[in-house]
């Protein structure tokens, strides 16, 4: 399957579609998640928990 946007273009070899797909639905729905938290003022670095993951490596 070849798959394309205006970020470009991947080929997905058929024995994988269905695995591709899920994976991408998951994707988009973690995605959804953010914009949302974003759009009621969250940021990103709250968000994805910028300093606890610093201070895993950091410590």
Not at 5 to 29: F, T
Not at 31 to 51: N, S
Request: hydrophobic share 45%.
């Amino acid at each position: 399957m070849v798959i394309g946007n205006r970020d470009g273009v991947a080929v997905v070899a058929q024995e994988k579609i269905e695995s591709v797909l899920l994976a991408a639905e998951a994707i988009a729905i973690k995605e959804e998640g953010i914009v949302a938290e974003l759009r009621k003022g969250r940021t990103t670095i709250d968000i994805y928990q910028f300093p606890k993951l610093i201070s895993k490596q950091e410590g």
